[in-house]
């Protein structure tokens, strides 16, 4: 993206599709079975969060994150719609901005103190027991 700055909307688009459809994908009835996340979707996830201009729009929607590592990163203006993230890594990622994220959601993640969270959306128990 740094390369080829007037194609950086493509590279987005093409590289959250590449994760939509590697990553395990939500179907209507649940999770679509598939195998632990791949480190290729790992690391296409890792460029569109290191993306020069953080606000350009970033789909991942209906995407299975969980397990992700996003620690440290900002996902602003990344469409969460439906993904899953359960025992995804947020520690220390600020998600103030990202797109329809709730809080059922991030039931399951790992966050810490230094994760910021969008308006509406509750820091989750840590208590909590996920599968």
Do not use: W
């Not at 993206?1 to 590449?18: F, N, Q």
């Not at 179907?27 to 690391?43: D, F, K, L, Y």
């Not at 966050?111 to 909590?128: A, Y």
């Amino acid at each position: 993206m740094h390369d080829a700055p007037g194609k950086e909307r493509a590279v987005i688009a093409v590289l959250g599709a590449y994760v939509r459809v590697h990553a395990k994908t939500i179907t209507e009835e649940g999770i679509a079975p598939a195998a632990r996340q791949a480190t290729n979707v790992q690391a296409a996830i890792d460029v569109l969060m290191r993306r020069p201009h953080p606000g350009a729009a970033v789909d991942l929607s209906r995407a299975e994150l969980s397990g992700t590592d996003f620690r440290g990163a900002t996902l602003g203006n990344v469409d969460l719609a439906r993904a899953e993230l359960g025992r995804a890594d947020l520690r220390g990622a600020d998600v103030s901005k990202a797109r329809n994220l709730t809080t059922g959601q991030i039931r399951c993640a790992l966050v810490d103190q230094k994760t910021t969270l969008p308006s509406g959306v509750e820091r989750p128990d840590t208590h909590s027991v996920c599968r």
